[in-house]
């Protein structure tokens, strides 16, 4: 017996749309036909006039927990992404204590168990935490992350030393290694020295961060990961500048993609004044001409996905005169479809092309293909039921996300998703949440259907030198 069955939408997958309704049994769609020709189900829901995608995949959210709860737990992140058309997330380590061992990796699956969208666990790699990788696979972590570049948690960045050793233990997995791509020597070497000067203002986050921390660190992880074979990730691309080294390491067939973030896309340096340091986010919101590379770069596929980098602080956390105190990034991930939503609204944008950036390719990239990422006989039912035409304005106040404070303050949007469902059950309904939904979330399963890891150099690994066969 069918479940549910969603009547009278237009299905937009990533390369076309059709009218069809769409049936689910369980946790999968069961069925998608001719509208009126599913037969009956437990529930019939009309929504006729609404478009249908695959939920958004969002590789790159903070909920904080455990450690820094009173900024965001599993919970109200989960939450936040239900309202937000958000079906799967990827949560960073840079919690307290990071997730860098398989007793830390445990206790934040047990953390997890709150949440009400699916979602993966990032494992850390650190300088000081090689050792533990091995574990972190076997515990079934869903990817690794890496900070290059120092931000929120202070995590020290590892040495080039120990990176490449990283990418040799993690490159056999197939497991992708996504990369805070920033240079933590030239960060720290500028930003003491514009301290030490007394400059404060909002804009030197840009000065102690240009682009060439950016551009200097995806080409060395590009040569790493071309070196031990491994698959790389450059999260939160900010500059026309690193999209150079990607395109060149995408070229020479190393197995990288890209992603940004709204307010790459939306915020640019004109934004400082008014802003202040809510907008201090890492890496730093950059040029106009940042913003339009990186639009184009999104168009034609060198940037492969939007994620958000929810990364929620308290208002006394964000605001503050003086640049250095102020704690980086801001809540996203629901506010992320609206925001591109809007622009589908204004022909920047085909909604074909928003359902490969925000579910396709995700789900691709990550190995949670063809399980999730679109809308077919057999896929999770992981959905995002839009009403293309309706306007809100994004106010902090009403965020689900703990962190009330956002760069967007008082944006009008056009289109917002009207129903969330993970596999098969709402967790978002007519703009409400569905309680009693904790719970629901589970952990992913990567590496489906991708093409087997091809480690290279193998006969120079650390761990062959070392006869270290295990
Ligand atoms: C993130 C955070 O607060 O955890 N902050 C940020 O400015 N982006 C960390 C990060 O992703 O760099
Ligand atoms: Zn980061």
């Known amino acids: 017996m069918t479940d549910l069955i969603l009547t009278g939408g237009t299905i937009v997958h990533e390369n076309g749309r059709e009218t069809a309704d769409i049936a689910i049994t369980g946790d999968l769609i069961s069925a998608i036909g001719a509208p009126g020709s ?13 478009h249908i995608i695959p939920g958004a995949i969002d590789m790159h959210v903070h909920f904080r927990e455990p450690g820094y709860t009173h900024k965001e737990d599993w919970g109200t992140g989960t939450q936040a992404a ?52 091995d574990g972190l696979i076997a515990a079934g972590a869903n990817a690794f992350k890496c900070f290059m570049g120092n931000t929120f948690g202070n995590l020290p960045s590892p040495s080039t030393g120990a990176m490449l050793e990283g ?17 933590a020597s030239i960060m720290a070497w500028r ?24 551009i200097e660190a995806v080409a060395r992880a590009a040569i790493l990961a071309e070196w031990t074979g491994a698959r790389i990730h450059v999260l939160h691309i900010s500059s026309a500048g690193e999209l150079r080294p990607l395109a060149e390491a995408k070229a020479r ?7 940004t973030c709204p307010c790459y896309l939306f915020l640019d340096s004109r934004d400082y004044d008014r802003l202040g340091s809510i907008i201090r986010v890492n890496p730093p919101v950059r040029e106009e001409k940042d913003s339009i590379a990186i639009w184009d770069a999104l168009q034609t596929g060198i940037v492969d996905m939007i994620a958000t980098d929810h990364a929620p602080h308290t208002p006394e ?8 105190q102020a704690d980086c990034g801001f809540p996203g991930v629901e506010t992320q479809m609206p925001l591109m939503l809007s622009e589908v609204a204004a022909g920047r944008m085909t909604l074909e092309h928003y359902v490969k950036i925000s579910s396709a390719n995700p789900a691709r990239a990550f190995g949670l293909w063809p399980m999730k990422g679109r809308l077919a006989v057999g896929a999770h039912a992981d959905i995002a039921v839009l009403d293309l035409a309706r306007k809100e304005a994004v106010q902090a106040a009403r965020l689900h996300s703990r962190g009330k404070v956002t760069p967007f303050e008082g944006r009008e949007t056009i289109g917002a998703p009207v129903h969330t469902l993970v596999r098969g059950q709402f967790v978002q309904r007519d703009r409400a949440l569905v309680s009693d939904m904790a719970g629901h979330g589970r952990q992913v399963t990567a590496i489906q259907n991708m093409p087997e890891a091809k480690p290279v150099n193998t006969d120079m690994t ?9």
């Open 317 to 324: 956390e964000k605001k503050n005169d003086v640049i250095w």
């Open 191 to 214: 930003q003491a020295k514009l301290e030490a000067a007394g400059l404060n203002d909002p804009l030197y986050h840009i000065a102690a961060r240009p682009e060439v921390v950016a």
């Open 253 to 259: 067939g190393v197995d990288v993609t890209g992603e």
């Open 167 to 183: 990418f040799e233990k993690i490159a056999a997995s197939g497991l992708r290694i996504s990369l805070h791509a920033e240079t």
């Open 82 to 133: 239900a309202m937000g058309g958000v079906t799967t997330v990827f949560e960073m380590p840079n919690t307290h204590p990071p997730t860098r061992s398989v007793v830390e990796f445990q206790k934040k699956q047990d953390c997890a168990k709150k949440a009400c969208v699916d979602f993966g666990i990032y494992g850390l790699l650190a300088e000081d935490n090689i050792d533990e990788i």
């Open 38 to 50: 599913l037969g009956n189900a437990g529930e019939i829901v009309d929504v006729t006039g609404h």
């Open 462 to 470: 650390l761990a062959h030198l070392l006869g270290d066969t295990a």
